[in-house]
């Protein structure tokens, strides 16, 4: 659908309303002008009348001066007729007429000021007191004339004015337009697929200048939608493939038993027995593994009901859990301050946190060495924060965020020695923080290794 240009519309629109209004404003002139004009002709035909000696009008003018009356009159000398009241003419004298029969007649009928067509004449009618009509009329071409010149003038005047005010309105209009043109031209490129277009710097008047600004900002959120599109995009494919990974082992011992049972290549009992107890433990693997890929699909919702628990009560008791799994490491468990640090949340799902950054630490934290796991308040900020520190090999600088991602590991292998699970328990462990107002991050141990820092909301009051 064709629409006419901004530029275009607010030229129309203000010449329009002008043209409107200087129309009317000359129209009430020009009727001006002719009302002034008549009434001086009026005042000229009054004096005509009293230098004639027929009866004055009906209002009253200045008493003439005869001299100067005499002196116009004999340079522009009006027409005198003197009629009967049945319209028949008596006498004529000044100007020749050229008045038809009829129009007598209806002269005769008529008294004061009156304009005839037909000849184009002025007339002033008054009548004696004995009965005779006194008829003195001036032409009205220089009446006519002069109009004529007063609307050509206007005219003029106006069609300056209107090619002024095109002419300031034409550089007004492009200087308000432009910068809006350039704009609608970087949106539909924009629109067309052309994210990286520069705006351009800001331009024109304030609204069109943080309308310039508005947009940028625009451009710039959906360049980072569309990068965070992207990677969301990535980040799945390389889930899928992952998980792909992690399950094709579990499935393919299972398929390898399976068939060897089939074929009957499992003779003995122990075979048989043996056969039995790795098929059990992959399919144990493969529930694990499901439950936790559940979980992360889960993400922001839990149907733990919050209760109000201590952090400092919980985290012991995961430490004293940890060295019953893992009797060669030395545990240590250091509570930052007395008293109970209270969290409301899912005393289930930080147990299982805590619990996921313990053996990640205790499968990395050689056996000389001690882990040490606290619990402290961080008053500035009204939050509980749990650390567990490892003396291990450490975290890549580049890979401190990249660690929570699910299945991630540090080596292109992408091996698993079968015993450290499927690289899912800190992805865990984060979304658990979060769900809880808190976050999970990760720095470098002091001489070596990595601490895990839990931090989440504590209980106000």
Excluded at 113 to 140: N, Q
């Amino acid at each position: 659908m064709s629409r006419f240009s901004l530029r275009w519309v607010l030229l129309a629109s203000v010449l329009g309303a002008i043209t409107i209004a200087f129309t009317g404003f000359a129209v009430y002139l020009d009727g001006v002008e002719q009302t002034n004009r008549l009434d001086d002709i009026d005042a000229e035909l009054i004096r005509a009348g009293r230098s004639g000696g027929e009866p004055p009008p009906g209002r009253p003018g200045p008493e003439p001066n005869n001299e100067t009356v005499d002196e116009e009159l004999d340079t522009n000398p009006p027409v005198r007729l003197v009629l009967a009241q049945d319209g028949s003419l008596i006498a004529s004298s000044g100007a020749p007429h050229a008045f038809k029969s009829v129009a007598l007649v209806e002269l005769a009928s008529i008294g004061g000021f009156t304009t005839t067509s037909d000849p184009r004449l002025r007339a002033l009618i008054a009548r004696s007191a004995g009965g005779r009509v006194f008829v003195t009329a001036f032409p009205l071409d220089d009446f006519d004339s002069a109009v004529r010149r007063f609307r050509v003038a206007l005219a003029a005047g106006g069609g300056v004015i209107l090619a002024i005010v095109a002419l300031v309105l034409w550089v007004i209009t492009g200087f308000l337009s432009r910068p809006v043109v350039r704009m609608a031209d970087v949106a539909n490129r924009i629109a067309a697929g052309d994210l990286d277009t520069p705006i351009g710097p800001p331009s024109g008047t304030r609204e069109t200048a943080d309308l310039a600004v508005d947009l940028e900002q625009m451009v710039a959120r959906l360049r980072g939608a569309l990068d965070d599109s992207n990677r969301s995009r990535e980040a799945t494919e390389l889930l899928i493939a992952d998980m792909a990974h992690e399950i094709r082992t579990p499935l393919t011992a299972l398929k390898g038993y399976s068939d060897l049972y089939a074929q009957g290549m499992l003779e003995e009992s122990s075979d048989v027995d043996r056969a039995m107890s790795r098929i059990g433990s992959e399919s144990e693997r493969l529930s694990v593994l499901a439950n936790a890929l559940l979980q992360l699909a889960q993400e922001g919702t839990s149907d733990q009901q919050a209760e109000l628990f201590d952090a400092v009560e919980l985290a012991g008791e995961v430490a004293a859990d940890l060295r019953a799994a893992y009797p060669e490491q030395d545990i240590e468990f250091r509570a930052g301050e007395l008293g109970p640090l209270m969290v409301n949340g899912s005393r289930d799902q930080l147990h299982q946190a805590i619990l996921n950054l313990g053996s990640n630490a205790c499968h990395h934290n050689p056996q000389s060495k001690p882990i040490i796991m606290s619990a402290i308040r961080d008053a500035d900020v009204g939050t509980v924060r749990i650390s567990v520190a490892d003396q291990g090999p450490g975290v890549d600088p580049a890979d401190s965020d990249r660690i929570f991602l699910p299945f991630f590991r540090s080596d292109a292998a992408r091996s698993r020695d079968g015993q450290h699970g499927a690289g899912l328990g800190l992805a865990i462990a984060r979304q658990i923080a979060e769900q809880h107002q808190g976050a999970l991050t990760v720095v470098p141990t002091p001489g070596g290794g990595a601490t895990f820092v839990l931090t989440v909301a504590g209980a106000s009051g």
